[in-house]
């Protein structure tokens, strides 16, 4: 049986150490911040996720580029060539096009290795969720798991994986089209923050409101209480749009609540926060359902 690698996309806002000891494949998205365009690498080579905060705060506004199929060719080709298989593993196709490069990659792939697996799966998840979906993967493959029963097992984990979060401000997701102009006005104006996941689909869907910053926080973490599997302690990851106070108070309300195998608390990088902004918080878990 042959050996095969993990791979997946920068938006699964991992560290960059995990990717590294665990050998995952990263491929990096582009985005445009200020005029000039860089490579969303986990260990911010290019800019780093404190920069990129920091001009939004000034007003400047981030724009993305899913990946290509050419982007996602040259990768996978380059260890199909040393006799890998593939899991390749992306971003939502609920929120981006990336999904869909890499399956036309992949029709592409398979015609010159035709002795190889290249299993593909849309993880329907984003930022660290995304990441949550890439631990659980490396955790399979750890357990001795063939590609195609890990491919199976995360199938079967993906209506699993919950994603909530919360936003410091409506104003990114309104620039992205996610929300109204009112919407964004009279939110903002009245401190009304709202509790959003992601659904079955894939999709961003606003679940409802509370006044203040405090109370959103901890409405993410009521919203952990109530479906999160609790046979045994898990791994937990939040995500912080360089606002690591506030993720760091949510991580110790989980733990006042629940027994939990660990909590990853990782920035959001550059394609996610372009679109969620400064002051995001989000929390991803294994639940009863999404």
């Known amino acids: 049986m ?10 699964c806002d991992l560290p960059q ?16 911040i200020d005029g000039k365009d860089y490579r969303n690498y986990l260990d911010g080579r290019e800019m780093t ?4 905060y920091n001009l939004e705060r000034q007003g400047k506004i981030g724009k993305t580029a899913q990946l290509t199929m050419f982007d996602i060719t040259e990768v996978y080709r380059s260890y199909l060539e040393k006799g890998y298989d593939i899991l390749g ?24 290795f ?49 994603h909530w979060f919360t936003v410091l401000s409506l104003d990114t997701l309104r620039r992205g089209g996610r929300v109204s102009n009112v919407a964004a006005f ?17 999709h961003l869907v606003a679940m409802r409101k509370v006044l203040g910053r405090k109370r959103s926080l901890l409405a993410l973490v009521d919203e ?3 479906s ?24 110790n309300e989980i733990k006042k609540r629940i027994d939990v195998k660990d909590i990853l608390i990782n920035c959001i990088g550059p394609v996610i926060g372009s679109h969620s902004g400064p002051g995001t918080v989000a929390l991803f878990f294994v639940g009863n359902k999404r």
């Open 49 to 52: 996720n404190e920069e990129f």
């Open 224 to 226: 952990l209480e109530k």
């Open 186 to 202: 009279v939110a903002d104006t009245f401190n009304i923050k709202p509790v959003l996941h992601v659904d079955d689909e894939g």
């Open 89 to 112: 593993l992306g971003f939502s196709s609920g929120l981006s096009g990336t999904f869909n490069s890499m399956r036309l990659a992949v029709e592409e792939l398979k015609e010159e």
């Open 2 to 11: 042959r050996d095969y690698v993990i791979i997946t996309d920068s938006t």
């Open 228 to 251: 999160i599997y609790k046979d045994e302690p898990q791994m937990i990851m939040i995500s912080h749009g360089d606002c690591l106070d506030d993720a760091n108070y949510v991580a």
């Open 114 to 162: 035709s002795d190889a697996k290249i299993n593909i799966i849309d993880t329907l998840c984003a930022s660290t969720g995304e990441g949550l979906f890439v631990y659980y993967a490396n955790l399979y493959k750890k357990q001795g798991m063939s590609i195609d029963d890990n491919t199976e097992a995360l199938l079967k984990l993906r209506p699993h994986l919950c």
């Open 17 to 32: 150490k995990f990717v590294d000891e665990n050998n995952i494949v990263v491929i990096p998205l582009q985005f445009n």
